[in-house]
Every structure is written in structure tokens, then in C-alpha cells.
């Protein structure tokens, strides 16, 4: 399993610091760093990794906590946004 962080800082130490920490993890060099709006979107893959064990690691390295609640209780995990759009659904009456 892959492991996601969405950093959410501009600080390129703080950048520094999580890709470090990620070395220190065993997890290596990360396969893609994207800047985004709000800060950084690091994607370490090839390990092989449960559910639990990824993350631990996405903890570890700071990731952001709404993203690891919503991974810990909704279908898909580990999803990087790129744009934040608001869709409202109308709902049917069920008769």
C-alpha cells in the first residue's frame, strides 16, 4: 500500500523534515512531491504495507489529520485532492 501525505505548509524545512523522517521510516526516496495551495502532496509507493501499518506512517510524517479521519472511516483511502469543490446531491423522497 501506498503511503500519502498531505502536508499542509509552505515551509520548505518543514518539507525537508517530513521527506527526512520518511528516510528514518525506511520508506526511501518518494516517488512524487506536488505543490498544492495549501502546502505539499508526498507519495511514497513499493512497499509493501497493511492498511494500519501505512497509516501509522502518515501519523508519523504529519499528514493531515481531517484526511486520516476521513480514511479511517470512508471509501476510497488515502485520496489527495487537488481542487476542493463543494457538490450538492439532491436526495429523492423514497415513498
Known amino acids: 500500500m501506498r503511503v500519502t501525505v498531505d502536508l ?3 515551509d520548505f524545512r518543514e518539507l525537508q523534515r517530513t ?3 520518511g528516510f528514518d521510516l525506511k520508506l ?3 516517488n512524487k512531491i506536488e505543490k498544492t495551495r495549501k502546502g505539499y ?3 511514497w509507493r513499493g ?3 497493511s492498511f494500519d501499518e501505512a497509516m501509522a506512517f502518515r501519523i508519523m510524517l504529519g499528514d493531515d489529520d481531517m484526511r486520516i479521519l476521513f480514511d479511517l472511516f470512508t ?3 488515502q485520496v489527495l485532492f487537488r481542487r476542493k469543490r463543494i ?3 439532491k ?3 423514497v415513498l
Open 8 to 10: 499542509d505548509t509552505k
Open 19 to 21: 521527506i527526512k523522517a
Open 28 to 30: 526511501g526516496v518518494p
Open 41 to 43: 502532496h508526498i507519495v
Open 47 to 49: 512497499k509493501e504495507l
Open 75 to 77: 471509501e476510497p483511502k
Open 87 to 89: 457538490k450538492r446531491i
Open 91 to 93: 436526495r429523492k423522497e
